[in-house]
């Protein structure tokens, strides 16, 4: 494969966007889809989300809500098969989606026999019968060092044995995409070994996500400050807040009326059914606080845990489960878990918990995402979600790789000059394809 270090001229500047795909909207299949933040991020970034798969039925309600348009499979993806969808005689471009991770995560089980640890095998026997020219499959970072890498290089040898061998992993952290948290995963991606793509995929992944990073990360603040400090009961909706005088870009981007990219006014409204000049604010809720808790947090300065209370406050138990966002910096990373306990995530400035809208602010969902079943399910759907903005990146990066695959395919035997983001300043490659 030819390497990215064929550094032959300087061209454009580091603004230069990235190019969409080469023709149409490439198709896609979203598998373990959840309430669909990944797809939100893949559809920003100019793909059909043609099919999705979700065995969760709450999850499987809210991605109803958000994406009417898509064929919803509402089952466990090992009864799934690619020919049942009305989209199977067209050539799926991308297929994408996280298996569930509580088997590898940190703070889940790390049973090297959980069950949910060979669900990627069920991503790999639909990458099989789909072929799609890429593939992305997220999970968390400590699927690479269970074992020793027990998992990771099971993982690498299915895909090389399902026509895959050109895959590879990248780290990412959402906060170097515009996500206000502090979140980091690991992305399995690749193409089809037909194919031949002729760079290096991880050195040109790596490059292309350089590309994509924001010069400052977003903070709590500028990602929730404009919502109001009074919410309402689960189920009920709020007037929606007056646009303050000083709005962040982060705040145009999730609020119902404006508009900043990738989030334009018409993509957030298109599923709401109120009228512009009458739109509320969904999901702005939170579990109730008894006034013995209220007093701890009371105490807790932003930023802070438990364990910098005095021992007259605070019994020394479960110093992480006592925590008080910092305003001024992204927050830590949204679990699953926080449907059961709120308390690692207090508000950075009001002594109760977190909504969840605010939660879904923290993962990049805009205002015009509706969560639904109950506050329990919401706070599970968000905790589990690939944030969009992170999906969005992800899906550029897709983008960008199905366009040189296009060029290769249209132009074997041709010496080309393809145009690659290689941090800064960007340089001109030429690749014989």
């Not at 969409?20 to 939100?40: I, N, Y």
């Not at 924001?214 to 500028?222: D, I, L, N, Q, R």
Request: hydrophobic share 35%.
């Amino acid at each position: 494969m030819a390497k990215l270090s064929g550094m032959i001229r300087e061209t454009s500047s580091k603004n230069m966007k990235i190019r969409p795909a080469a023709s149409g909207s490439p198709l896609a299949l979203s598998l373990f889809s959840g309430c669909g933040g990944f797809c939100e991020g893949m559809r920003l970034a100019g793909f059909e989300v043609a099919a999705a798969v979700e065995a969760d039925r709450y999850a499987a309600q809210t991605y109803r809500q958000n994406f009417p348009e898509v064929e919803l499979f509402e089952q466990d993806v090992r009864e799934f098969s690619w020919p049942q969808s009305r989209h199977s005689r067209k050539q799926v471009d991308a297929i994408f989606g996280g298996p569930p991770c509580q088997g590898f995560s940190q703070i889940g089980t790390r049973d090297l026999k959980d069950g949910r640890n060979q669900l990627y095998m069920e991503f790999v026997r639909i990458l099989e019968e789909a072929k799609p020219r890429i593939f992305l499959m997220e999970n968390v970072p400590n699927l690479l060092l269970m074992k020793k890498g027990y998992f990771r290089d099971l993982i690498l040898s299915a895909l090389r044995d399902a026509g895959y061998s050109n895959a590879t992993f990248i780290k990412v952290t959402a906060s170097d995409f515009g996500v206000p948290q502090n979140r980091n995963r690991v992305v399995f991606i690749g193409t089809r070994d037909e194919d031949r793509f002729p760079y290096d995929l991880r050195e040109f992944l790596h490059s292309q996500l350089e590309d994509l990073k924001e010069k400052k990360p977003t903070t709590v603040w500028e990602a929730i400050g404009d919502l109001p400090t009074k919410v309402t009961d689960s189920g009920g909706l709020l007037p929606y807040p007056p646009k303050p005088n000083v709005v962040s870009r982060f705040q145009r981007m999730m609020r119902l009326g404006s508009s900043a990219s990738p989030y334009s006014r018409t993509v957030k409204s298109q599923n709401l059914s109120d009228l512009p000049d009458g739109i509320r604010l969904h999901n702005h809720h939170t579990k109730e606080i008894q006034a013995r808790r209220r007093r701890l947090i009371g105490y807790l300065r932003p930023g802070q845990k438990g364990d910098s209370l005095p021992k007259s406050i605070w019994n020394g138990s479960r110093p992480e489960k006592w925590r008080r966002l910092d305003p001024d910096q992204p927050a830590y990373t949204l679990l699953a878990n926080m449907h059961r306990d709120l308390s690692e995530f207090v508000h950075p400035k009001l002594d109760r918990w977190i909504t969840v809208r605010e939660a879904a602010r923290l993962q990049s969902f805009h205002d015009g995402f509706i969560f639904a079943g109950s506050e329990w399910q919401q706070l599970k759907q968000i905790g589990n979600a690939v944030p969009p903005l992170l999906g969005y990146a992800l899906g550029r990066i897709a983008s960008e790789v199905l366009s040189v695959i296009a060029k290769r395919n249209s132009t074997r035997g041709k010496t080309l000059q393809v145009v690659l983001p290689i941090s800064t300043p960007r340089y001109r490659v030429a690749a014989s394809l």
